[in-house]
């Protein structure tokens, strides 16, 4: 089985401050590594995205960082907001999966609290 | 408009029913997902439709069947429901099979609770 294997499980960080959620995987083929958010009550939304052709993603405050020679990534929140507080999910899948996002590998989630 | 809409949102049932959970969406994406959340939050799929032709099965119970009316339509009904089938279940869709394809659109997920 395919694995990304995410931490921490739970985090909790100050308003203002920098949340740090780290994947890693495992299969060399992976080369497309989004993040999805969710929200209690909610379906997973996507909310960024990297291939591993450059090193750093950043949208807003968000920023996902790559290391392909480690095959880890990370989502850093910059200026964290109790409206970030959420589930997040990495993720992994083959660019040439045959179906899309059919070889997408979620990680086992970050329940992430931001406290005001 | 809802992008990717299921029904119900929540079901509360017996063991040993069956049940249905409908879905639907609107963007036009050729292939379509259903995901088991569990309550540790774990997404795992299930099942996926690639114009109406079944492309994963990951190894979920037999009693689990997807039905595909049209490409726009991916149901999820099950027999002779287990206390172990309590989860939420999402349903979502995708991109054709382009280059790229990857994001995944979510439904805002059918809580079942089996008694």
């Known amino acids: 089985q395919q694995q990304v294997k995410q931490s921490p499980q739970s985090l909790i960080v100050q308003k203002g401050g920098i949340s740090i959620i780290n994947c890693a995987y495992e299969n060399t083929a992976f080369d497309y590594f989004p993040w999805y958010q969710q929200f209690p009550g909610k379906g997973p939304a996507l909310l960024i995205a990297?291939?591993?052709?450059?090193s750093e993603k950043k949208e807003g405050r968000f920023t996902i960082s790559f290391n392909k020679s480690a095959k880890q990534f990370s989502l850093h929140i910059m200026d964290s907001q109790p409206g970030d507080s959420a589930t997040y999910f990495c993720a992994a899948s083959p660019e040439y999966s045959g179906g899309g996002a059919d070889g997408l590998t979620f990680g086992k989630g970050t329940h992430l609290i931001i406290q005001p | 408009d809802t992008a990717v809409s299921q029904t119900p949102k929540y079901l509360v049932t017996q063991m040993g029913n069956d049940k249905s959970i409908k879905c639907e969406q609107n963007l036009g994406h050729d292939t379509m997902y259903w995901y088991k959340q569990d309550s540790k939050k774990f997404l795992k799929i299930m099942f996926s439709?690639?114009?109406?032709?079944?492309?994963i099965n990951e190894t979920v119970p037999n009693r689990f069947s997807p039905k595909s009316p049209d490409k726009a339509h991916l149901n999820l009904h099950i027999n002779s429901l287990e206390l172990g089938d309590s989860a939420v279940y999402f349903c979502?869709?995708?991109?054709?099979?382009?280059?790229?394809?990857?994001?995944?659109?979510f439904g805002e997920g059918s809580r079942l609770t089996v008694l």
């Open positions: 990297i291939r591993p052709d450059v």
């Open positions: 439709y690639n114009n109406k032709e079944l492309i």
């Open positions: 979502a869709s995708s991109p054709s099979r382009d280059r790229g394809a990857g994001e995944l659109f």
